[in-house]
């Protein structure tokens, strides 16, 4: 079909309901205008009858040439050669137009040329054979068998251009509309077995990486980019690994493990670009304070990160972080008042509590301080009692 026909990408859209519409009005207007040609025909005879004969024979020709026009303009399917179909286009186009009628066009022109001009004469005597058959229907005379073959070749090419158009434009929307549902869930089913495949390569990747089994371990970029492209899943399944991993590792006192673990919670914190989960940074802070030569200041801003995501979603608990933090103050020597605000903080915890005693940093500066554990800033420390010099009262 030319390039100028009715567009197959959008089957309700505009342009098809302009070519819908204006197609709709020529047809009409054909087949009104047949109809006012057999109405002043059995007008000048003065005859019902011959009105309704000839409406009933143009209805019957109009029928045989949409249905032949029907029959052409059946779209043909494109699922069944997938070679023809583009990236994209399975949900888009999944019918082209039908070529049979180029085809006929084809086989009628080699049968011309192979058989002959001579079976042409067949025509003309059942062209005269059609007329005879309705002539006596339209007034039984030499005019009654001309009109009648001018209406049914008038009303079977009418038939045909609407039949053929209306198929062509309306029936691929259809169809594709139909198809609709199953597309959905191939296309569904799909994104599902890519991204399957995409989690299971990065989680192999990240396990491999984590037990020290990769040849060529991946650089820091190859991290980011398997653990960005993982689904949430398998990312949180991720996380758990290098969780397990960071807490076997500091149970063993692997510090080799423990360098393992940091690029997975670096990865982990560049694919979360919402900031949502604040383990991650802490997670990664606990492995910066425990491997050969600690990194205090990254540590402290990994954790400062951690809280700060902690208080704006409103989370309750996790006050482990600011003990941590004042872990990693004392070692970078800094203002002792937020020393003591991170200990006050940890310390309305039970668990934060328990953080702070585990290190030895942080008691030994509570000590230095003359500061205790239940009291960090230093609150209950009281004046002597001032010494009477009026002796005791009688």
């Known amino acids: 079909m030319s390039s100028n026909g009715p567009p197959q990408d959008q089957p309700n859209g505009e342009g098809t309901s302009k070519w819908l519409g204006e197609g709709s009005a020529v047809f009409l207007a054909l087949v009104a205008f047949g109809l006012l040609v057999i109405a002043g025909f059995s007008w000048h005879a003065w005859n019902g009858g011959i009105l309704a004969f000839g409406s009933m024979a143009a209805g019957a020709a109009l029928m045989v040439g949409a249905l032949f026009g029907f029959v052409f303009g059946i779209p043909r399917s494109l699922q069944g050669d997938p070679s023809t179909l583009k990236d994209g286009q399975v949900q888009g186009q999944l019918y082209s137009a039908n070529t049979n009628l180029e085809q006929i066009s084809d086989w009628l022109t080699k049968i011309l040329v192979g058989v002959g001009l001579t079976q042409l004469a067949q025509i003309p005597t059942l062209i005269r054979t059609l007329g005879e058959g309705l002539g006596p229907g339209l007034g039984d005379n030499t005019a009654a068998r001309g009109f009648g073959i001018v209406l049914s070749l008038y009303f079977v090419v009418t038939g045909f251009l609407g039949g053929y158009l209306s198929t062509r434009i309306v029936l691929p929307g259809l169809f594709r509309l139909a198809d609709l549902p199953s597309l959905i869930r191939a296309s569904v089913q799909k994104e599902v077995q890519d991204q399957g495949s995409v989690d299971a390569n990065a989680v192999t990747m990240i396990d491999r990486f984590l037990s020290g089994a990769s040849a060529g371990p991946p650089d820091q970029s190859q991290l980011d980019a398997a653990v960005k492209s993982a689904s949430p899943l398998a990312k ?68 400062s990160k951690a809280i700060q995501v902690r208080d704006r979603r409103k989370l309750r608990g996790w006050r482990t972080y600011e003990a941590r933090r004042a872990r990693a103050r004392i ?30 940093e942080i008691t030994a500066w509570l000590t230095q301080n003359g500061l205790t554990l239940d009291d960090p800033i230093g609150t209950s420390t009281s004046p002597p009692p001032p010494t009477s010099t009026t002796g005791p009262v009688k």
């Open 236 to 303: 949180v399944q991720i996380f758990q690994m290098a969780r397990t991993t960071l807490k076997l590792a500091l149970d063993a006192g692997d510090k080799a493990r423990l360098e393992r673990v940091i690029p997975v919670f670096k990865a982990l914190i560049a694919a979360d670009s919402a900031d949502e989960f604040h383990r991650n940074h802490a997670q990664l802070a606990m492995a910066l304070q425990e491997i050969v030569q600690p990194d205090w200041a990254q540590s402290e801003l990994e954790l």
């Open 331 to 360: 070692q970078l020597q800094e203002d002792k008042e937020l020393i003591q605000a991170d200990l006050v903080t940890a310390t309305k915890d039970p668990r934060g509590k328990q953080e702070i005693i585990k290190y030895q």
